[in-house]
């Protein structure tokens, strides 16, 4: 086989199997320039404002990612094809941020019409919370392409419940590729957002491993039969500070979730993870940028397939 033909059968290779394209940091650097800065901008406004919407950007991102790749799925409107990720329980009642998506795509299409795709600015967009809350800045690799479609019944056991117990938390991030580490330190963005008592109540009442005086404090905030909608801070010292005081809560047994909690309680290597991060911010920033860009390069849409939609709440042959 000549060199030609074997250059000429690897371009049909990668022109049929479009999955082997790589993201890569400098995908708009021709094409839309001045994105970074739209993305960060906006995004910097918004908290001023509201940093609470810091975590639910970040979550949204989570449970995007988490559900068949990193694909803007998440963000897609209901339609007479499909009842879509919105609507089932891990979302229906905690998603939010869709209309600051919805913002930051207006004002990207403004200036680079039909070319960057919903899920990329979701990716830069979770890049900016963490940053602009107080965490580690890291580039991320670019070049995603959106879902034409979402699916209700997809959701289903691919998104880790608060009520996990720590086997299940590691066999869920196991099916996505990450590892015990990648839980660890992902679990860490619990450093910032709140959960509603519904999510905790059981954790607080029932389970052992809380220390008395937090769960006291936390039962007159959420009385045992009343208030499944108050929200409560992850971390109650630093709600809006991406730090790691979320890992100190941990071995101090006050951690809001059930699930959170898990990640110290056997004297296994996640505790000594968790004990690592506490002591150490660094490490735990470090640390932390590697797994975002580990989860954000989960089964992406690249080449051609999936597209580049003009609005991220619908696909466009619906307009």
């Known amino acids: 086989m000549t060199i030609v033909t074997c250059i000429f059968l690897a371009t049909l290779g990668l022109i049929f199997n479009p999955s082997s394209a790589q993201l ?6 021709n094409s839309c320039t001045p ?5 960060h901008d906006i ?3 918004t908290l001023n404002r509201n940093p609470r919407m810091g975590a639910s950007i970040l979550q949204l991102f989570f449970h995007d990612c988490f559900v068949n790749g990193c694909d803007a799925s998440i963000l ?4 007479d094809f499909f009842i879509g990720e919105k609507s089932t329980p ?3 009642d905690s998603a939010r941020g869709f209309e600051l998506i919805d913002t930051i795509k207006s004002e990207v299409e403004r200036f680079c019409p039909e070319t960057v795709s919903c899920a990329d600015i979701l990716a830069l967009a979770a890049r900016e919370a963490v940053a602009l809350l107080g965490g580690p800045f890291f580039e991320i690799g670019l070049g995603r392409r959106d879902s034409l479609v979402a699916s ?3 959701v289903a056991g691919q998104i880790p419940s608060p009520s996990f117990n720590l086997p299940q938390l590691i066999a869920s991030f196991e099916a996505k590729g990450l590892d015990y580490r990648d839980l660890v330190i992902l679990s860490g963005a619990h450093t910032i957002g709140r959960a509603r008592c519904l999510r905790f109540r059981n954790h607080i009442y029932n389970d052992t491993n809380v220390d008395p005086d937090f769960a006291d404090s936390v039962k007159v905030l959420c009385p045992i039969n009343d208030n499944d909608d108050e929200n409560l801070p992850l ?5 809006d500070l991406f730090d790691n005081l979320y890992y100190v809560n941990l071995i101090n047994r006050r951690a809001l979730l059930h699930s959170d909690q898990e990640l110290y309680n056997y004297g296994t290597p996640v505790d000594r993870l968790v004990e690592l991060y506490a002591s150490d911010m660094d490490a735990f920033f ?5 797994s975002m860009v580990r989860m954000s390069s989960m089964n992406p849409l690249t080449g051609f397939r999936g597209e580049i939609r003009r609005d991220c709440r619908r696909v466009n042959f619906l307009g």
């Open 43 to 45: 995004m910097r406004a």
């Open 235 to 239: 971390d109650f010292q630093t709600a």
């Open 35 to 39: 994105l970074p800065d739209i993305v």
């Open 76 to 79: 897609l409107d209901d339609t």
């Open 24 to 29: 890569s940091l400098d995908f708009y650097e």
């Open 286 to 290: 470090g640390d932390f940028a590697d």
């Open 90 to 92: 891990p979302n229906k």
């Open 152 to 154: 209700f019944n997809s």
